[in-house]
């Protein structure tokens, strides 16, 4: 049964978006069935791998090197249920969300994403993360344009081509390892690679694909307008899921396969780009004029702090202090995807309310959304990292570990991020406080306020307080 | 024999490498989305390229069929990213009219 949980986690959100496409005139209904089929068998992915270890299914009894084999760790597992409390919160916000017209073209393609991202999650061959990897992107750019509009469009066309770009790197990597290994499973892959040049060239195809399509600085100018000008719930998914899934693909060929052949220069200069990312992210978010583009350049500095994590795991031996470090940088990213997701799905009602998210002049309509508001400060809280987030817990373990290792230059740069954080926050905070009189509701429009202000009760409260059992289950198959 | 091997795929995995670099240095260089589509789908024939190269295991032998079969499936994941870059092309397009 939970051997089975692992292909229904890839196929029913396709059966489900196949059910949409038949049916587009009655969308919301099935679609949101397939939503809550999908959450389900994925969690229980999650619950069986937490007490029994790693699962491993192989599709029609086809063993390696020949068959698909779907296999969740503990990494692969943190991500998969993180990914799908997002994404159920979503659905839920879509229906009430997107009308007639435009829920027509979004069930299906949403719920395409969403079974590319879970077979990203589950897939152990590197040529089945390719076709999820594509499958994601173009699911993805498609939905960014769902509003027609010339900016969206235009957004979307250059995140297609340079997500192209960056598949086509990963393809060529690929290829590599093919033709000087034989194989394509990840595990037996790791058993045969050797420093040389061709693992090297391989590693900087394949690293430097994904870190395009993670949007790491100085790649990340596609990032803001394509996620600016996406609907709201599709604005929640890029930002928190679909740069993520190509983190942890990075985060995974970094641990797993390249293991023996990584070097302090290329996690150094993934680490320098991460701290220029902090920095120049926070500082746009700081200076956007609309609310939804400071989500985004947001996302462009948290996901420099993923990439900080690499030459800090390159730099500790290996023992308790590197599985911390671990788990410190997996509960970082996990926290950003509920808090953005949070953060995105509120402005979206806040924009929605207002008609427009120029943040010098969203007072009023922020004012009469107490829960969608509320919302935003609880992502912003998770988001800057004050405590009792997950953040918090995650930044203190790498500044810790960043102290013990005497490179106090990354320290300098996570400080200087925090501050920025908490200054682009509170700009938006500041805004929800100037108007009379006080609303007497606070959750107006409950289908679509309540997602958003459980994510960032989520990202707030649990992932900070009941962080433990992330440690738990990331010792089935990550840690060591 | 095994110098024939090698020399044939030294000779197509080679004229691979020019085709991913060539689409490269286009893609990177020309800014009209037409170009830039053909310019990554040129890319792709030169990952293929290489794939079918590496394939082959001599005259006598039967080549190795994982690498056609992740060709066949390159070829439909480049068809349909490409579909998708024209629509939103053709988009733009009639938002110019």
């Known amino acids: 049964m939970m051997i089975d949980a692992l292909p229904l986690s890839v196929t029913l959100p396709l059966i489900g978006a196949f059910a949409v496409t038949v049916s587009p005139g009655h969308a919301r209904g099935p679609g949101l069935l397939a939503a809550l089929l999908t959450a389900a068998s994925a969690l229980s992915v999650t619950a069986a791998v937490w007490s029994d270890g790693v699962l491993r299914a192989d599709l029609g009894g086809w063993g390696v090197p020949l068959g698909i084999a779907l296999e969740a760790d503990g990494l692969s597992a943190a991500f998969l249920a993180m990914a799908n409390v997002v994404a159920l919160a ?68 250059r995140y297609l081509l340079v997500g192209l770009l960056g598949s086509m790197s990963y393809l060529l990597g690929v290829a590599l390892v093919y ?8 595990g037996l892959v790791a058993e045969a690679i050797e420093p040389g040049p061709i693992a090297w060239t391989a590693m900087a195809l394949m690293i430097g694909g994904l870190i395009l399509k993670a949007a790491l600085f100085p790649m990340h100018f596609w990032l ?72 985004a350049y947001s996302t462009v500095a948290q996901m420099g702090y993923l990439f900080i994590a690499f030459p800090l795991l390159v730099a500790t031996p290996p023992g308790l202090a590197r599985d911390n470090l671990l788990a410190a940088v997996v509960l970082l990213a996990l926290t950003h995807g509920l808090a953005k997701a949070g953060l995105f799905l509120a402005a979206g009602m806040v924009q929605k309310t207002a008609g427009h998210d120029r943040i010098d002049d969203l007072g009023g309509a922020a004012q009469a959304l107490p829960a969608a508001t ?62 009379e009189p006080t609303p007497y509701r606070f ?4 289908r679509t306020e309540l997602p958003a202000l459980l994510l960032g009760l989520i990202a707030t409260f649990g992932l900070g307080i009941a962080a433990q059992p992330l440690w738990v289950l990331l010792e089935q198959g990550a840690f060591g | 024999m095994t110098g024939q091997v ?26 009209p989305l037409l170009r830039k589509l053909i310019a990554i789908n040129l890319m792709g024939a030169g990952v293929f390229h290489m794939l079918v190269a590496i394939a082959y295991r001599g005259i006598d032998t039967s080549p190795d069929p994982v690498p056609h079969a992740l060709v066949l499936t390159g070829i ?15 988009r733009l397009d009639q938002d110019d009219d």
């Open chain 2, 6 to 31: 090698l020399y044939s795929q030294l000779f197509y995995g080679g004229s691979g490498i020019i085709l991913v670099l060539l689409g490269l240095w286009s893609f990177l260089v020309h800014a």
């Open chain 1, 443 to 446: 959750v107006n429009d409950a």
């Open chain 1, 374 to 435: 509320f919302a935003i400060g609880l992502a912003g809280v998770a988001l800057i990292g004050l405590p009792p987030s997950g953040t918090f817990l995650a930044k203190w373990m790498m500044l810790e570990q960043a102290m013990i290792l005497g490179l106090w230059w990354w320290l300098v740069v996570m400080m200087i991020g925090t501050l920025l954080a908490a200054a682009y926050i509170f700009r938006v905070l500041s805004r929800a406080f100037n108007r």
């Open chain 1, 179 to 186: 033709a000087a290994y034989g194989v394509l499973d990840i």
């Open chain 2, 76 to 90: 439909v994941v480049a068809v349909s990213a490409t579909a998708l870059a024209l629509a939103f092309g053709k």
């Open chain 1, 224 to 295: 803001p307008p394509a996620h600016a000008n996406a609907p709201a719930p599709v604005s929640a998914a890029l930002s928190a899921l679909v740069v993520k899934a190509a983190f942890y693909l990075a985060l995974r060929l970094w641990l797993d396969v390249f293991a023996p052949v990584l070097n302090e220069a290329a996690a150094n200069l993934l680490g320098t780009l991460g701290a220029a990312a902090v920095v120049w992210g926070s500082w746009r978010a700081l200076r956007a004029e609309r609310l939804k583009l400071l989500a």
């Open chain 1, 90 to 157: 979503i659905s839920v916000y879509a229906g009430g969300y997107f009308k007639q017209e435009s829920a027509r073209h979004f069930w299906p393609l949403w719920l395409l994403l969403w079974s590319a991202l879970n077979g990203l999650f589950l897939a152990t061959d590197l040529f089945n993360l390719y076709v999820t990897l594509e499958l994601l992107g173009l699911s993805a750019a498609a939905l960014g344009a769902l509003t027609g509009t010339r900016e969206a469009v235009a957004a979307n066309l």
